[in-house]
T-cell receptor, first 113, second 108 residues
Framework: SQTIHQWPATLVQPVGSPLSLECTVE??????LYWYRQAAGRGLQLLFY??????ISSEVPQNLSASRPQDRQFILSSKKLLLSDSGFYLC????????????FGPGTRLTVT | GQNIDQPTEMTATEGAIVQINCTYQ??????LFWYQQHAGEAPTFLSY????GLEEKGRFSSFLSRSKGYSYLLLKELQMKDSASYLC?????????FGTGTRLQVFP
């Protein structure tokens, strides 16, 4: 069966510090991968998605970036965090060949102080 | 532009039926999803409609009218554990565009 992992689960970082969040998927190959952010009490905002290694599409211009160094690994980064980067970060995957449902990881709660 | 509207909050009583509406205006449409999200947790998949009509899955049903840009999620025999946010999302090729969600509170 397929599973998706995210770490860390929670993170408190000062303004101006760097960020690296990691997401990995097991039990499948060639998935589409997605990064979302959810601010408190708000909907999910799509940040980046990837249909293959090294292929990244950015949805919202901001100080975040994403990379996909391996087929089942998706990384979200920032060089300098802003207060507005606080939120709940969710990684999701879709099996490209046999379905359209997105399956979400457990999420990372980031607080920028 | 992309616009997906849902009521912000709803309340209902245990054992009752509740309907959560979603209207959308998007540049593309390949299907509509409903997800459930409990506070502090990740969303979980409930239903997917591609064609017009009603899809039933246990206590949950979802309806789609593509010509009206309208969907609803129907929850029957409400239980306390159904207190959660319900997210409507439109699929546009490889992406999902989410509404802001409807927070449902079920009271005894």
């Amino acid at each position: 069966s397929q599973t998706i992992h995210q770490w860390p689960a929670t993170l408190v970082q000062p303004v101006g510090s760097p960020l690296s969040l990691e997401c990995t998927v097991e039990g499948t190959s060639n998935p589409n991968l997605y990064w979302y952010r959810q601010a408190a009490g708000r909907g999910l905002q799509l940040l980046f998605y990837s249909v293959g290694i090294g292929q990244i599409s950015s949805e919202v211009p901001q100080n975040l970036s994403a990379s996909r160094p391996q087929d089942r690994q998706f990384i979200l980064s920032s060089k300098k965090l802003l207060l507005s980067d606080s939120g709940f970060y969710l990684c999701a995957w879709t099996p490209r060949l046999w379905g359209y449902e997105q399956y979400f990881g457990p999420g990372t709660r980031l607080t920028v102080t | 532009g992309q616009n997906i509207d849902q009521p912000t909050e709803m309340t209902a009583t245990e054992g009752a039926i509740v309907q959560i509406n979603c209207t959308y205006q998007t540049s593309g449409f390949n299907g509509l999803f409903w997800y459930q999200q409990h506070a502090g947790e990740a969303p979980t998949f409930l239903s997917y409609n591609v064609l017009d009509g009603l899809e039933e899955k246990g206590r949950f049903s979802s309806f789609l009218s593509r010509s009206k840009g309208y969907s609803y999620l129907l929850l029957k025999e409400l239980q306390m554990k159904d207190s959660a946010s319900y997210l409507c999302a439109v699929r546009n090729t490889d992406k999902l565009i989410f509404g802001t969600g409807t927070r449902l509170q079920v009271f005894p």
